[in-house]
């Protein structure tokens, strides 16, 4: 964590160095004095940190590294937030500048007695830093790095002696792993097992690796464990010793004195002719694979390479050939866990009654990951069984347990390991999500935005700073440290989260390091400085804050009081200038505190599903605001001072209504000349109240998401022309003003909009327009209350779109047949048919739709039949009907297994009907 706030505040420091400097005057020097400094710490930082758990003066260093990193941004935002403040505050005239002058001039004072003290500190820092670079240059380093590589060994030995008795769920991926293994296949294959840290690959691929069939198929047999400290020399003589150890013959001393390629060379001789099979456990690179991958022989004897990593790039990159296959190792299944842990804290099948309901909201903690169940179930099975009062100190303390002084310190040391083996600038963006509560489906775009509103993205050239970011969350997804909870119909990441050993060892690093703090009714002990504070049912007096002077960010979660004006407003007085980010998600608002319009860094605001009705006018203020969220508010009009944000780029507006009132998309007025916050990415729900308004968003040339609401027909033309410009649009909302209002869509103006993956029309449609029908990139498209008629042919229209993966008509469709024609929707996964009121025969054909999974009919009240050719879709895995026909309805519910419509659904897995009954539905499964 030292590395990466170090990282960040480098960045800081070059920014203010080669903008301000004539506001830093004399205090140039000694700024770049900190930022040499911390500069030539920076590369050491990483391997120290790797190392600190091991070492307690290196625990001491780092924290004072982070100590004096952090009150330099502090500092440094004081700074800026001062000046601003000066220039913004000051009075007209000449004594306007008098009393900015002397107020600059004592802050000036004030902020290099700061710099100065910060300045000695780094010195003396640096000095320590010299001491410990000797110290790890030397022998003392390579002890250290081989006591850490020892550690991380002893943790991996465990899983190579288990009997496979003691073994829960491993039959059938040993199975499956074998028959990959044992095929008849002559090339070289490799297998790669890849997952999240404590799943097991390393154990299950030991049995295999010691199964008596597997060992008799091969001449040469190697065990090398890779691990993060690769060392190409170390490995490849270790493999050596292996092969020479299993015919009994000593190495060739001249081996101790070869060079890389000589290595490689002699590895290669010996191997060849030879069928071979080699296990790498614990892959972390790439670039590990690929220099082990060079000295494998491929002689067509049947050889095979078998590979574990968490890491899921690199099981794709060594699985590249036709043959190579890739197992995702899962989480155990709940019967599964349930037997593990009681044979592991009870050594039997059974749990004592008194004892199951504590001990299933154990077991639920470890989410199916076997190394937590066996470490968990090893603490409980030394408690007294009759203590029950035991047994629930270990649920509520379960952060205590994993956090290095419990005995699951052995999980701890290994999910570290992903954790230590990320880049600087990952880590705060992974160690920023202990804020949110357990089980807690996090918001991929709204988490995206916190992170670069805090810094911790690093800007490229030419590239978008969400793009960037993205980039983060796909590699903590690809490093297996975070879930996907869900997707959306086309697949794009919905909603991601942690697994609650994850998070608990985020929790306490980040406590450990005074990164978060989360306020809840049961806090008692706040640190020195909070920086980022999450609040989960907090209640007690703001006034008690006496910590809040270098917060950066306040996020509030569901609490049974929610936060009040009034506790807003004392919160914020006198206490965070510094924030950054300030999420109110939830709270009961009459207004918004005048205090938050004091917060000169303020990035994010969100007002979501807050009572706010109204946008003052020192909205204005917020000249750093990045992102304003006013969804769910009672906000239908905004500030002409909104124009002054002139660093704004996601302005989310309005919301959804009653589904079941199809006209309830709601948006909010802007002003005339919003075409001036060029740096827009995202603009939800604006509503298109005049030619003016359409014609503007032409200016936003940035946009990557627009929103617009209750177009009318007129404008049709004006918003097409507008949409040329925008030609790195990603997804469009068209909502029409009224329900009989037509949106006028089809002119000779045809935008590219070449990145368009997703669409949504609503409103009626003369016919679908033909720009639509040529979009190369678009993934979903979803026509509501168009009313299209029979004879405008429009599955024809939509099914040569060639990436089309979800597709929604819902009052769309006026004609009685649908007709899927062969050759069409060649990668639709998702299809629903909506309130399609004459419907009466859907046909399917054949070659049509070939990757559907999913198909949804809702309120097609004339269907009497199910769809003609549904055996067609032979991939379909979801069959749902809701609010059809009572004949339908009944057909499907009471299907004889003999008749040919059973035939025709025999295939899909699941078939459900759904009925709304009392306000709500009610879902039978066949």
């Avoid at 000046?83 to 001039?105: P, Q, R």
């Avoid at 003589?237 to 015919?247: D, F, G, M, S, V």
């Avoid at 918004?592 to 319009?597: H, L, T």
Wanted: charged content about 25%; aromatic content about 8%.
């Amino acid at each position: 964590m030292a590395e990466s706030v170090v990282g960040i505040l480098i960045e800081q420091l070059s920014t203010l160095l080669s903008q301000e400097i004539t506001l830093l005057g004399g205090l140039k020097s000694d700024v770049q004095f900190i930022k040499d400094e911390l500069g030539s710490m920076k590369a050491f930082l990483r391997e120290a940190e790797a190392k600190e758990d091991n070492d307690s003066q290196l625990q001491e260093w780092l924290k004072q590294v982070r100590e004096v990193a952090y009150d330099t941004e502090d500092v440094l935002d004081d700074f800026t937030f001062r000046f601003a403040l000066g220039y913004m505050d000051g009075f007209c005239g000449k004594a306007g500048k008098i009393y900015n002058s002397i107020k600059n001039l004592k802050a000036r004072h004030q902020i290099s007695l700061k710099i100065k003290d910060i300045k000695a500190r780094v010195g003396e820092i640096s000095k320590r830093h010299r001491r410990f670079q000797s110290q790890y240059g030397t022998q003392e380093r390579g002890f250290s790095s081989s006591r850490q590589a020892n550690a991380d060994f002893d943790i991996r030995a465990q899983s190579l002696f288990i009997e496979e008795a003691q073994l829960v769920g491993i039959d059938k991926p040993k199975a499956e792993l074998i028959s990959k293994i044992l095929d008849d296949h002559s090339q070289l294959k490799v297998v790669s097992v890849v997952g999240m840290g404590g799943l097991g690959k390393t154990t299950l691929v030991k049995k295999v690796y010691d199964d008596v069939a597997v060992k008799k198929q091969f001449q040469s047999h190697a065990w090398i464990t890779v691990s993060q400290n690769f060392q190409f020399n170390d490995i490849i003589k270790n493999l050596i010793q292996q092969l020479y150890n299993e015919i009994r013959q000593p190495v060739p001393p001249q081996v101790e004195s070869m060079n890389d390629i000589m290595l490689s060379e002699f590895v290669k001789d010996f191997l060849q002719e030879k069928r071979y099979i080699l296990v790498l456990d614990d892959v972390w690179s790439i670039a590990a694979w690929e220099a082990i991958k060079c000295v494998l022989p491929d002689c067509n004897t049947a050889s095979r390479v078998v590979l574990t990593t968490r890491i899921a790039d690199v099981a794709s990159a060594s699985c590249l050939g036709s043959l190579n296959f890739i197992y995702k190792m899962e989480p155990l299944s709940d019967k599964e866990s349930w037997t593990l842990f009681c044979n592991r804290a009870f050594q039997s099948n059974d749990c004592p009654p008194y004892l199951k309901e504590v001990a299933k909201k154990i077991l639920k903690k470890c989410k199916g990951l076997p190394l937590a169940i066996v470490a968990i179930g090893g603490v409980l099975a030394l408690k007294d069984k009759e203590k029950t009062d035991e047994w629930e100190m270990i649920l509520h303390g379960f952060g205590g347990e994993a956090d290095g002084s419990g005995k699951l310190d052995r999980i701890k040391r290994v999910l570290l390991l992903s954790y230590n083996d990320l880049p600087h600038y990952l880590k705060s963006c992974l160690l920023y999500l202990s804020i949110y509560p357990e089980d807690y489906p996090i918001d991929v775009d709204d988490i995206l935005l916190k992170w670069i509103a805090l810094g911790f993205v690093e800007e490229e050239e030419g590239i978008t700073s969400t793009d960037i970011a993205m980039s983060y969350m796909k590699e903590l997804i690809n490093r297996s440290l975070i879930q996907v909870k869900s997707t959306l119909d086309d697949r794009s990441l919905d909603k991601c989260g942690l697994h609650d050993f994850v998070r608990e060892i985020l929790v306490s690093k980040s406590k450990e390091q005074s990164f978060t703090t989360v306020a809840t009714r049961y806090h008692t002990r706040w640190p020195e400085k909070v920086r980022h504070l999450a609040i989960h049912n907090f209640t007690d007096n703001p006034q008690e804050f006496i910590s809040l002077k270098c917060l950066r960010s306040v996020v509030t979660f569901g609490y049974e009081d929610p936060l009040t004006t009034t506790f807003v407003s004392k919160f914020l007085h006198g206490g965070p200038k510094l924030l950054k980010v300030l999420d109110l998600d939830g709270a009961e608002l009459d207004n918004i505190p005048k205090q938050v319009f004091k917060l000169f860094h303020l990035r994010y605001l969100s007002l979501n599903g807050t009572g706010v009705k109204i946008i003052p006018k020192s909205i204005g203020k917020l000249q750093n605001l990045e992102v304003i969220d006013l969804r769910r508010t009672n906000v239908t009009e905004l500030p002409v001072e909104i124009l002054k944000l002139r660093k704004l780029r996601s302005l989310w507006l309005g919301g959804w209504g009653d589904y079941s009132n199809e006209y309830a998309i709601w948006g909010c007025k802007c002003p005339l000349g919003i075409g001036k916050l060029i740096c827009l990415e995202n603009l939800t729900n604006i509503e298109a109240d005049s030619d003016k308004i359409v014609r503007e968003i032409g200016n936003l040339m940035q946009l990557r998401r627009l929103w617009i609401t209750k177009l009318r027909r007129e404008d049709g033309k004006e918003l097409l022309s507008s949409l040329l410009r925008l030609t790195y649009l990603q997804e469009l909302v068209i909502s029409c003003s009224k329900e009989d209002e037509i949106l006028d869509l089809q002119h000779s103006i045809s935008p590219k909009l070449e990145f368009l993956t997703r669409l949504i029309l609503k409103g009626r449609l003369g016919r679908v327009p033909q720009w639509a029908t040529s979009l190369q990139s678009l993934r979903t498209l979803r026509l509501l209350n168009s009313r299209l008629r029979e004879d405008e042919n429009v599955i024809g229209s939509l099914g040569h779109l060639p990436n089309l993966v979800s597709l929604t008509l819902y009052r769309a469709y006026e004609g009685e047949t649908l007709c899927f024609e062969v050759g069409g929707f060649q990668k639709l996964q998702h299809l629903e048919l909506v309130q399609l009121t004459r419907l009466k025969w859907v046909r399917v054909e054949e070659e049509s739709m070939p990757s559907l999974r999913i198909l949804r009919l809702g309120a097609c009240k004339l269907m009497q039949e199910l769809p003609s050719g549904i055996q067609n879709l032979t991939r379909l895995e979801s069959l749902g009907f809701y609010e059809m026909s009572n004949e339908l309805m009944h057909k499907v519910q009471n299907l004889d297994k003999r008749s040919e419509d059973y035939q025709t659904i025999s295939h899909i897995p699941q078939v459900f009907i759904g009925h709304w009954i009392d306000g709500q539905w009610e879902w039978t499964f066949l």
